[in-house]
Nanobody, 116 residues
Framework: QVQLVESGGGLVQPGGSLRLSCAAS????????MSWYRQAPNKERELVAT????????KYADSVRGRFTISRENGKKTVYLQMKSLKPEDTAVYLC?????????WGQGTQVTVSS
């Protein structure tokens, strides 16, 4: 069974940093494009960043470009989101997503709270 498990969330002050991890199992990880989404209460789920199967191409939402970095280690079946210069508006549940053709999988999310 395919599983995506996020970790690394928590409480951080504005301007701080966090590194999120998403560990995958039950799939051929290197054949999937990976993404991070986020969802705040009463808000639409928002695409934050994507990375291609072998890491050659990345894309970012305008709101996080220059502050967040998505990366992957296919040998560890893990995708990361390094978040820097965090702002209160970054507060959300961050979810990991895997896509290959018509296959789509989601993790359950990890909470990131940016507050003083």
């Amino acid at each position: 069974q395919v599983q995506l498990v996020e970790s690394g969330g928590g409480l951080v002050q504005p301007g701080g940093s966090l590194r999120l991890s998403c560990a995958a199992s039950g799939l051929t990880f290197s054949t999937y494009g990976m993404s991070w989404y986020r969802q705040a209460p009463n808000k639409e789920r928002e695409l934050v960043a994507t990375i291609s199967s072998f890491g050659g191409n990345t894309k970012y939402a305008d709101s996080v470009r220059g502050r967040f970095t998505i990366s992957r280690e296919n040998g560890k079946k893990t995708v990361y989101l390094q978040m820097k210069s965090l702002k209160p508006e970054d507060t959300a549940v961050y979810l990991c997503n895997a896509v290959r053709g018509f296959e789509i999988y989601w993790g359950q999310g990890t909470q990131v709270t940016v507050s003083s």
